[in-house]
Every structure is written in structure tokens, then in C-alpha cells.
């Protein structure tokens, strides 16, 4: 049994935690294929988004303790799992079918979007071991919660349901469990045929517009990258098909 699946529907790449009955942890062995499959889903030249979720009953239960040291390089490995996910070049979505603890917390806020079902919980957990939040959770939070949320989960330790997590901000949606995945791919229905270099520089202009003050920065570089796309056939397309359309109604008038 494979620790974590892939594949491949309608353009878009899900990715499956595969170890129930350890709620998904993350040893090594599974950052590595998380990085692996990662790196395979950018480079499919037809995927235009990534979902991960997990199998059974958690989301992804956290680091596995045993490997949880004061060792630079072996935490290192362990933020490779969630990380590859967090800096994806590609749209993310997290489809958080249950607990996502600790790691787990990290890969799920390090998402563009997160789609959560009723047994969605968020549980940061650093404290509980005694631990200061690593892996840029303490970045990725301050990202798409306000202050209160963000010190309330890592400063007070406390955890959201789904549906608290919807209303707080976190997560986009809260659906039935059984409809999580099918919501998750039905998100994605007006990407799946664009341009996989519009997505990924949009993306990429995204984040440099969150980090910095400075309007006209990001003016510019969405000026240049709006040119590239226009230089592109299914920007030049897309166009003159609303140009006929608009011409046609007029003509109807």
C-alpha cells in the first residue's frame, strides 16, 4: 500500500495521504513522495491545480514524534512534506476531510484554499508539546487570518471546527463529508482549461502583492504580465468570441 496516492482528473491533481491508521502522519518516507508527486504535478504540462486531502478519518495528524528533534536537517525534512505544497506553483487547495493537526495545520494553511468537511478540525498543537510553531506557520496564518484569529490559535492554543474555520476566514467552504472531494473538483471548473502559464503567473503575482505596500509595484508587474497574456491565442480568442457575442445581441436589438 502506497503511503500516498496520485492522479490525474479533468486537469487537475489530487493527492491522497494514504496511512489511516497512523491519521496520515508525516514520517520521511511520505515527504518524499509528497515532494516527488508535487514536482510531477508541476510539470504535467496539462495540470492546472492540485487538491490534497486524506484518507479516513484525519487530514494529516502532524509530524511523526520520533523524528520531532533539535536537529536542524531532520526538521528540515519533515517541512519538505508541507512546504512542497505551501510553495507550489501551482493553485492549491486543501480538502480537510478531518483533523489537521500540527504539521498537518501547517500543509492545510499553506494552501491558496481550503475547502473543509463537518469533521474538519484545525488544531496548531505546538504547545501542547512544548514547541514554538516552525515552518513558517506563524507566516502562513498572519497570510489569510486576522490578529485575533492567529493569536487565538497559536497563542492561546485554541482549535476551529470546519465550520468555525469558515466563519473566521480559514476555509472557503464548509460541505458534507461525503461531498468534500466532489466540491473540492467542482472549485475548480472554471481553471481547468485556462492556460497553465496564466494560472501559475497569477498565482505568482498574487503573492508579491501581498507582500508589499507599494501599489505601483504591483501595477507594473501586473501591466507586463497582462501583456504576455494578451499576446497569448486563448486570451486573443476569448476576446473576439465576446466581441461576436456582444456584436450579436446588438444585432438582435
Request: charged content about 15%.
Amino acid at each position: 500500500m502506497s503511503l500516498v496516492l496520485f492522479e490525474v482528473r479533468n486537469n487537475i491533481a489530487l493527492i491522497t495521504l494514504n496511512n489511516p491508521d497512523k491519521r496520515n502522519m508525516l514520517n520521511l518516507k511520505v515527504c518524499q513522495l509528497l515532494v516527488e508527486y508535487v514536482k510531477q504535478a508541476e510539470a504535467h504540462p496539462e495540470v492546472k491545480a492540485l487538491i490534497i486531502t486524506g484518507s479516513g478519518s484525519a487530514f494529516c495528524a502532524g509530524g511523526q514524534l520520533a523524528d520531532i528533534t533539535p536537529d536542524k536537517l531532520i526538521l528540515e525534512n519533515i517541512y519538505s512534506g508541507f512546504l512542497c505544497i505551501a510553495q507550489c506553483s501551482l493553485p492549491t487547495i486543501a480538502a480537510v476531510n478531518g483533523p489537521a493537526v500540527g504539521a498537518g495545520f501547517n500543509m492545510a494553511v499553506g494552501c491558496d484554499v481550503r475547502i473543509v468537511s463537518e469533521n474538519a478540525r484545525f488544531e496548531p498543537r505546538f504547545f501542547g508539546l512544548g514547541l514554538h510553531p516552525g515552518g513558517g506557520n506563524t507566516w502562513m496564518l498572519r497570510q489569510i487570518a486576522n490578529w485575533n484569529t492567529a493569536a487565538g490559535m497559536l497563542l492561546f492554543s485554541q482549535s476551529l471546527s470546519g465550520q468555525e474555520a469558515v466563519d473566521k476566514g480559514l476555509a472557503w467552504a464548509c460541505v458534507p463529508a461525503d461531498d468534500l472531494i466532489n466540491s473540492a473538483f467542482s472549485f475548480t471548473e472554471n481553471i481547468q482549461n485556462l492556460p497553465k502559464q496564466l494560472l501559475v503567473e497569477t498565482k505568482e503575482t498574487l503573492r508579491a502583492a501581498g507582500g508589499t505596500n507599494e501599489h505601483n509595484e504591483i501595477i507594473e508587474l501586473e501591466t507586463s504580465r497582462q501583456i504576455n497574456s494578451l499576446t497569448q491565442p486563448f486570451a486573443q480568442d476569448a476576446i473576439a468570441d465576446m466581441i461576436d457575442k456582444i456584436s450579436g445581441r446588438k444585432n438582435q436589438l
